[in-house]
T-cell receptor, first 112, second 114 residues
Framework: NAGVTQTPKFRVLKTGQSMTLLCAQDMNHEYMYWYRQDPGMGLRLIHY???????AKGEVPDGYNVSRLKKQNFLLGLESAAPSQTSVYFC???????????FGAGTRLSVL | GENVEQHPSTLSVQEGDSAVIKCTYS??????FPWYKQELGKRPQLIIDIRSNVGEKKDQRIAVTLNKTAKHFSLHITETQPEDSAVYFC?????????????FGKGTRLHILP
């Protein structure tokens, strides 16, 4: 039981490049979330999903897209990376009707 | 939507003393209040939580209190130790519908001084 796994752990992009961050959970959780963490800003919700095939916008969705084609996976895409997207990205998941949210180890992204 | 305010942003206490971190929330429908600890370079991990039908919960040196009327809740750490140094996040979760989200405060960086 690996919990919540994020890949990659680190990535450096040039402005304008695209990439996809993968989040996988093996706990059969319905809800999945993508956050970004910046100094002094806490954890800000980018997008989330309450089930396979559904996604919704969070607080800071601009510049990102997501997909939840399988229940266990939640993908975060950057179509044209900008320096403002330099951050640490965390994925999280929880059971529908549950409270405890489990986090992945994070992805540190730098956009030059 | 829900808004969570957390204070202070930085807190330094002498080892062995107590630390208190305070949070307020805006949505009266929120019914679950977790606290997460994040050590440097690590993921946030749940350390204690409280539901809205309880006023206080304690787990060894950590306690959380909730005042629903005033819409604020606090984390109390007693007999602080060096390993308590970390960033602490409070959060609140509503119960309005199946899209209820956990909203986090901006975090408090706790330094335990030797």
């Amino acid at each position: 039981n690996a919990g919540v796994t994020q890949t990659p752990k680190f990535r450096v992009l040039k402005t304008g490049q695209s990439m996809t961050l993968l989040c996988a959970q093996d706990m059969n959780h319905e809800y999945m979330y993508w956050y970004r963490q910046d100094p002094g800003m806490g954890l800000r919700l980018i997008h989330y999903s309450v089930g396979e095939g559904t996604t919704a916008k969070g607080e800071v969705p601009d510049g990102y897209n997501v997909s939840r084609l399988k229940k266990q996976n939640f993908l975060l895409g950057l179509e044209s990376a900008a320096p403002s997207q330099t951050s640490v990205y965390f994925c999280a998941s929880r059971l529908a009707g549950g409270n405890i949210q489990y986090f992945g180890a994070g992805t540190r992204l730098s956009v030059l | 939507g829900e808004n969570v305010e957390q204070h202070p942003s930085t807190l330094s206490v002498q080892e062995g003393d107590s630390a208190v971190i305070k949070c307020t929330y805006s949505d009266s429908a929120s019914n679950y209040f977790p606290w997460y600890k994040q050590e440097l370079g690590k993921r946030p991990q749940l350390i204690i939580d409280i539901r809205s039908n309880v006023g206080e919960k304690k787990d060894q040196r950590i306690a959380v209190t909730l005042n629903k009327t005033a819409k604020h809740f606090s984390l109390h750490i007693t007999e602080t130790q060096p390993e308590d140094s970390a960033v602490y996040f409070c959060a609140a979760k509503g119960s309005r519908n199946r899209d209820d989200k956990i909203i986090f405060g901006k975090g408090t960086r706790l330094h335990i001084l030797p």
